[in-house]
């Protein structure tokens, strides 16, 4: 199953990683024959075991969606099933590919498909008996205690997606906001304590029989180089952008200083987690209105007012997505799409709403999951999310191994950097927005930090949550280390302190879903610097002349040409080839990023002279 969320993988695929299904009825012949030592032998093994997923993910993607769209304790029993003998063909392929990739002169296609099946699995299992289940049973329950986790607002309980939406609810006290983070993470993380530890000693078992220092080293060998110099090139990348982040840092810090007072928030060091609208300071966009310019803040339009004046409809905001893609060049999406896809939340049943974009048969039954609703989130949504499914049909010729982004970064950078062409100008184009009504350079500022309040605040985030696992994993970070260990990385990365002491046997990073629920989280840390390079790439292909943040694309079918000729590569080459194609490039570069936002920090160093700067 190749499916893909806007925030998340979803659950099977997030243990799993994508390529790491198996066929339940396959012929005897094909799932459990052993093909000789040689490299004949590799190849053939690959191509049994290509066909044998390629045949049970069309099913397990069948049953998946009807348990998304339909959730009954039927569905919930037919999709824990299907993941189950997913769970043990991943295994077992992993094991077996790790043992042919040790034969000398095997092909160069069949060692790098070899090394996805290797790779294919997130949480390895040793072959000790029971070592499986008890990591099975370890992981479910670890989501199951994230997924039922409840915190407290004015001393009463209040579920996950609730007391989210509360923390970045403007209208509370700093000591509410305390009360609410606190509750979280003590309620939440600190009880998965022991069987995290547990989780990771088993994991790390698994990864050494498939060959791996240990399972971070293993995550960090999906990226076509050394997990070491994969570690290298993020610190870098954050180094680049560590300039931008710290003007970001500095300015915010002194309007909460202003608004709260020194008593809550200093005027110099760290700024206190909670007080940045979001529970785990990872984007700050939702407090926006406390930081805006004077004057530049108002863009002067909401597209979904826009959407609203005109009369749109769901529907009609996919259509509006769609004809983005087209206007490049691609083929429509097929009648299947339309008649297949889930728009809005139906009235008769219960439907996991959060977005999603999936690729049932692996060839041309795309769809996406959405319960849509007309504003200016859902309306960026879907451009995202159209961009997997034009990803996935731009690969479905390759072999099944391929089935998938050059890395786990590119799949979120194509929806994200067609998300970033909601431009005004784009506006204009497709008839929304009036030119008159166009905001002018005045108004580029406020734009452009209420960009950064997400894109750029989240970077040194999205690098810390694995860097905190990478030494879980190798033993640098003991179990009596793991909440000392967390809180420093996000003071030593982020600049951010928890807004009460934390004992050291809490577990807070328990209290952030893709712990608990083992989803690596760098491929959003490189999404953040993709979306900008393909970006700008496509901006200079289209010979745009204006300040970069304004671009738009739309129409250019040169753009679309380079594009496709990276997306229906896939996997089937290293990921620095893929960007190649399209970027003129073969190294990841924050440099278009800081491009994007370059006036921001012209005018954030123009604010923040005079005021202490770091932590």
Request: proline fraction near 6%.
């Amino acid at each position: 199953m190749k499916l893909l969320a806007s925030a998340a993988l979803l659950a099977l695929a997030a243990n799993l990683a994508t390529p790491a299904f198996a066929a339940e009825d396959a012929p005897a012949t094909e799932a459990k024959a052993e093909f000789p030592m040689t490299p004949q032998g590799a190849a053939d093994f690959v191509a049994a075991a290509e066909k044998d997923l390629f045949d049970y993910s069309v099913d397990a993607s069948r049953i998946a969606w009807v348990n998304a769209t339909y959730i009954t304790p039927d569905t919930d029993a037919l999709a824990a099933q299907s993941g189950a003998v997913g769970t043990e063909k991943a295994v077992r392929y992993a094991l077996q590919a790790a043992r042919y990739a040790r034969v000398k002169g095997l092909d160069p296609d069949v060692a790098r498909k070899l090394d996805i099946l290797r790779n294919g699995i997130v949480l390895p299992a040793p072959t000790t008996p029971g070592a499986a289940a008890e990591l099975n049973t370890i992981a479910t329950d670890l989501q199951s205690q994230y997924g039922k986790g409840k915190g407290t607002l004015d001393g009463k309980a209040i579920s996950g997606s609730d007391i989210e939406a509360e923390m970045g609810n403007l209208d509370h006290t700093p000591a509410e906001y305390a009360e609410m983070w606190k509750s979280w993470h003590d309620n939440v993380g600190a009880p998965m304590k022991d069987d995290y530890a547990r989780l990771v000693t088993i994991a790390n078992e698994g990864a050494k029989e498939l060959g791996f220092a240990d399972a971070g080293a293993m995550w960090r060998s999906n990226y076509d180089m050394d997990p070491d110099q994969f570690a290298a090139t993020t610190e870098r990348l954050w180094e680049e952008m560590k300039p931008l982040y710290l003007a970001l840092h500095t300015y915010v810090r002194t309007r909460l200083n202003e608004k709260y007072g020194d008593a809550v928030q200093p005027a110099s060091g760290p700024i206190r987690a909670d007080l940045l609208g979001n529970m785990w300071a990872q984007e700050w966009g939702n407090i926006y209105p406390l930081v805006a310019p004077p004057g530049a803040g108002d863009l002067g339009y909401d597209i979904g007012d826009l959407l609203k004046a005109q009369g749109k409809q769901p529907l009609d905001m996919v259509k509006t997505g769609e004809g983005f893609y087209s206007s490049l060049g691609f083929e429509k999406l097929p009648e299947t799409f339309w008649e297949r896809s889930l728009f809005v939340k139906p009235a008769d049943r219960e439907v996991v709403c959060h977005a999603s974009a999936w690729d049932v048969d692996n060839k041309d039954d795309i769809r996406i999951k959405m319960c849509i609703k007309v504003n200016a989130d859902d309306f960026v949504t879907i451009h995202h999310e159209l961009g997997h499914n034009y990803y996935q049909r731009a690969y479905k010729e390759q072999p099944y191994l391929y089935l998938n982004g050059a890395n786990d970064g590119f799949h979120e950078a194509i929806g994200d950097f067609i998300a970033l062409s909601i431009t005004p100008e784009y506006l204009v184009q497709i008839g929304l927005l009036d030119r008159s009504q166009v905001p002018s350079a005045d108004k580029d500022i406020g734009l452009l930090l209420r960009q950064a309040m997400d894109k750029v605040a989240f970077l040194p985030f999205g690098l810390l949550v694995d860097k905190w696992r990478w030494g879980v994993f190798d033993g640098s970070i003991s179990p009596a280390q793991y909440n000392t260990a967390w809180v420093d990385l996000k003071r030593e990365y982020q600049g951010i302190v928890p807004p009460v002491e934390r004992p050291a046997d809490a577990f807070d990073p328990g209290a952030k879903y893709h712990i608990p629920g083992n989803t690596p989280y760098m491929r959003y840390f490189l999404a953040r610097i993709l979306q900008f390079q393909f970006y700008k790439a496509a901006c200079e292909q289209a010979g745009w002349k204006g300040p970069l943040h304004r671009c738009s694309f739309y129409g250019n079918k040169q753009v679309g040409e380079k594009l496709n000729a990276m997306l229906e590569m896939g996997a089937s080459k290293p990921w620095p080839e893929a960007l190649e194609v399209f970027t003129g490039s073969r190294e990841l570069s924050a440099k278009p990023m800081l491009d994007y936002f370059a006036p921001l920090k012209k005018w954030l160093d123009e604010q923040n002279k005079g005021k202490p700067s770091g932590w």
